[in-house]
T-cell receptor, first 113, second 115 residues
Framework: AQSVTQLGSHVSVSEGALVLLRCNYSSSVPPYLFWYVQYPNQGLQLLLKYTTGATLVKGINGFEAEFKKSETSFHLTKPSAHMSDAAEYFC???????????FGIGTKLQVIP | GAGVSQSPSNKVTEKGKDVELRCDPI?????LYWYRQSLGQGLEFLIY????????KSGLPSDRFSAERTGGSVSTLTIQRTQQEDSAVYLC?????????????FGPGTRLLVL
């Protein structure tokens, strides 16, 4: 069975500081991994995804994530936080060949001016 | 349409009443998903439709919950005899197919409040 753990339901960073949102997964087969973002009063949108190949994945708005199989992690990072990054971020996993996508509980990112 | 649409955007109902939530997926998308987003609970998978195949209902929390997808397009999620713990945002998503890591496109959700 697949599962996702997001460490820290709330993360605060200063504007311009590094953003690091943690995600660990469990999967019995090679996974597909996703990060979604939900801005206030908006729907979920895809930030980035890992399928196969290059383990460092770049997404929209300067975010990137690295798939580390040995650590079963897919942490989301951004070098410099912007006020507009304040949102809730969801990590998700899907096992190849299966349809169900399992989401983490989400991490709310607060950016302090 | 341009994106996934859901209606109503907000629904307030009394405990014990039935509610129907509607999802219009992106045209041509064969896969459709329902999720529930409760406060502090993240997204909980409810049910999945793929074309004309039997749906994956493994996420439905009780037999009060059911869903249909007519003509491979519009879907309706029905909650019978609503309870206060059913209060949540119900999200619908669609994707082109389900055989790979295709991007799911999410609707804006229906916010359900059971009094």
């Amino acid at each position: 069975a697949q599962s996702v753990t997001q460490l820290g339901s709330h993360v605060s960073v200063s504007e311009g500081a590094l953003v690091l949102l943690r995600c660990n997964y469990s999967s019995s087969v090679p996974p597909y991994l996703f990060w979604y973002v939900q801005y206030p009063n908006q729907g979920l949108q895809l930030l980035l995804k890992y399928t196969t190949g290059a383990t460092l994945v770049k997404g929209i708005n300067g975010f990137e994530a690295e798939f580390k199989k040995s650590e079963t992690s897919f942490h989301l990072t951004k070098p410099s936080a912007h006020m507009s990054d304040a949102a809730e971020y969801f990590c998700a996993v899907r096992e190849g060949g299966y349809q169900k996508v399992t989401f983490g509980i989400g991490t709310k990112l607060q950016v302090i001016p | 349409g341009a994106g996934v649409s859901q209606s109503p955007s907000n629904k307030v109902t009394e405990k014990g009443k039935d509610v129907e939530l509607r999802c219009d997926p992106i045209s041509g998308h064969t896969a459709l998903y329902w999720y529930r987003q409760s406060l502090g609970q993240g997204l909980e998978f409810l049910i999945y439709f793929q074309g004309n195949s039997a749906p994956d209902k493994s996420g439905l929390p009780s037999d009060r919950f059911s869903a249909e997808r007519t003509g491979g397009s519009v879907s309706t999620l029905t909650i019978q005899r609503t309870q206060q713990e059913d209060s949540a945002v119900y999200l619908c998503a669609s994707s082109l197919t389900s055989g790979g890591p295709e991007t799911q496109y999410f609707g804006p959700g229906t916010r359900l409040l059971v009094l």
